[in-house]
């Protein structure tokens, strides 16, 4: 009977102990939730704050010096991404999209403060993606504006190089009746409109030239 006794007391003793443990694995789970809860709701206050004070108004400022530019509206409104679309135009003959967006890691400790560019076609390298990591419970809008602004400035020096690419450029080179040099359209030093087409020169002087006797350049040419 002893053994009996002393066999019970050692299978109490463990369920007891598997008990303590289920209770105190629900307590740390409990906490890890709330922690969780808390952290998202922290998040949730942030991005909105980050993206109205920090990055929206740079994007604004951007988009205002670009005629062709056009700030879109955030999908689904979470205040999570701002992104900007840069029209196909002469001068800038691809479409671009500049996108700046806000997200949580895995454990929604830190906020990763992305950067993605895509330009259409493609003729040239460039960086299309970047990121910054926040802490959650440190986010500093100095340092986080001062990224965007390096980004920024990054993404108009590689959009500039759209106007210097010769494959975005071909079907802006035209030849300038006049000296025979190729002028590129979107940067011409002079244009002059002939019964209905525009003509392009390199400089006002073969411009002036051709005004005065448009026939004689034009008969030349053929």
């Known amino acids: 009977m002893d053994d009996l006794t002393t066999l019970e007391r050692l299978i109490r003793e463990r369920l007891a102990a598997t008990e303590t443990r289920r209770q105190e694995s629900q307590q740390n789970l409990a906490?890890?939730?709330a922690e969780h809860?808390?952290?998202?709701?922290?998040?949730?206050?942030?991005?909105?704050?980050l993206m109205k004070s920090v990055i929206r108004p740079?994007?604004?400022?951007l988009a205002s010096l670009f005629p062709n530019a056009h700030i879109?509206?955030?999908?689904?409104?979470?205040?999570?991404?701002?992104?900007?679309?840069?029209?196909?135009?002469?001068?800038?003959p691809a479409?671009?999209?500049?996108?700046?967006?806000?997200?949580?890691?895995?454990?929604?400790?830190?906020?990763?403060?992305?950067?993605?560019?895509?330009?259409?076609?493609?003729?040239?390298?460039?960086?299309?993606?970047?990121?910054?990591?926040?802490?959650?419970n440190?986010?500093?809008?100095?340092?986080?504006?001062?990224?965007?602004?390096?980004?920024?400035?990054?993404?108009?020096?590689?959009?500039?190089r759209l106007g210097l690419v010769e494959q975005y450029q071909q079907e802006n080179i035209v030849?300038?009746?006049?000296?025979g040099m190729s002028v590129n359209r979107?940067?011409?030093?002079?244009?002059?409109?002939?019964?209905?087409?525009?003509?392009?020169?390199?400089?006002?002087e073969c411009c002036r030239k051709f005004r005065q006797d448009p026939a004689f350049y034009l008969g030349r040419e053929k």
């Open 138 to 160: 440190a986010v500093d809008d100095r340092a986080v504006a001062t990224w965007v602004n390096t980004k920024l400035l990054a993404f108009v020096d590689t959009y500039l």
């Open 37 to 49: 809860e808390l952290r998202t709701e922290q998040f949730e206050t942030v991005s909105p704050h």
């Open 186 to 204: 979107a940067s011409a030093g002079a244009t002059c409109e002939h019964e209905g087409q525009v003509y392009y020169f390199c400089v006002e």
């Open 31 to 33: 906490r890890a939730m």
């Open 95 to 136: 479409s671009t999209r500049l996108d700046f967006g806000l997200s949580a890691d895995g454990t929604i400790t830190n906020v990763i403060v992305t950067y993605t560019l895509e330009i259409l076609p493609v003729f040239f390298q460039f960086d299309g993606h970047d990121q910054m990591m926040v802490p959650l």
């Open 72 to 92: 879109l509206p955030d999908v689904g409104s979470t205040g999570h991404h701002c992104a900007c679309r840069f029209d196909h135009t002469a001068e800038y």
């Open 175 to 179: 030849v300038d009746p006049v000296c």
């Open 58 to 61: 740079y994007m604004l400022k």
